[in-house]
């Protein structure tokens, strides 16, 4: 079966400091991989897909960024944390290949003081 | 472009009773349609989906039917339990472009 793990679970960061998640997937090759955003309270937003290895689509302009260095590895990461970054992060991974749904990892929660 | 309407919450009901989560979207073509369930301080797990029209997605006693001339895919659950206090998304995802609603918490008293 497929699993997907992210780490840290939790991370206080200062401002200005970097940022570097991880998350990675087992069991299954060739995923779609996506990062989301959850502000406290608030629904998803979509940072980063992408459908292969160095592929990255983004959707909103940020001073995060994403990589994919491995088929089942997703990094996301910042040279300077904001105060706005701070949230709750998500990744998850679809099969692709038409079958979509999304499955999710158990977040990384982020505070910026 | 493609979106997902959820009611606002939050919900709060007493153990047993019918919970109803209105979701309506606006898409071209076929999307699928998903609910998923996030409890707290966790990632989102999907509930239960359906593919195409008139298919009802089910799983751990919620429905959902995917209701093309209504564009809608309301959730239900007869007899709801303390343990389904969670936040609820509908979503839809049409050729690999995902869209969630909102979400609408759900509070269940004993």
């Known amino acids: 079966s497929q699993t997907i793990h992210q780490w840290p679970a939790t991370l206080v960061q200062p401002v200005g400091s970097p940022l570097s998640l991880e998350c990675t997937v087992e069991?299954?090759?060739?995923?779609?991989l996506y990062w989301y955003r959850q502000a406290a309270g608030r629904g998803l937003q979509l940072l980063f897909y992408?459908?292969?290895?160095?592929?990255i689509s983004s959707e909103v302009p940020q001073n995060l960024s994403a990589s994919r260095p491995q088929d089942r590895q997703f990094i996301l990461s910042s040279k300077k944390l904001l105060l706005s970054d701070s949230g709750f992060y998500l990744c998850?991974?679809?099969?692709?290949?038409?079958?979509?749904?999304?499955?999710f990892g158990p977040g990384t929660r982020l505070t910026v003081t | 472009g493609d979106s997902v309407t959820q009611m606002e919450g939050p919900v709060t009901l007493s153990e047993e009773a019918f919970l109803t989560i209105n979701c309506t979207y606006t898409?071209?073509?076929?999307?699928?349609l998903f609910w998923y369930v996030q409890y707290p301080g966790e990632g989102l797990q999907l509930l239960l989906k359906?593919?195409?029209?008139?298919d009802k997605g089910s799983n751990k006693g919620f429905e959902a039917t995917y209701r093309k001339e209504t564009t809608s895919f309301h959730l239900e659950k007869g007899s709801v339990q303390v343990s389904d206090s969670a936040v609820y998304f509908c979503?839809?995802?049409?050729?690999?472009?995902?869209?969630f609603g909102a979400g609408t918490r759900l509070t269940v008293k004993p």
């Open positions: 979503a839809l995802d049409n050729n690999n472009d995902m869209r």
């Open positions: 898409a071209t073509g076929y999307p699928s």
């Open positions: 069991g299954t090759s060739n995923p779609n």
């Open positions: 359906a593919t195409k029209a008139d």
């Open positions: 992408s459908v292969g290895i160095g592929q």
């Open positions: 998850a991974w679809s099969p692709g290949h038409g079958s979509y749904e999304q499955y």
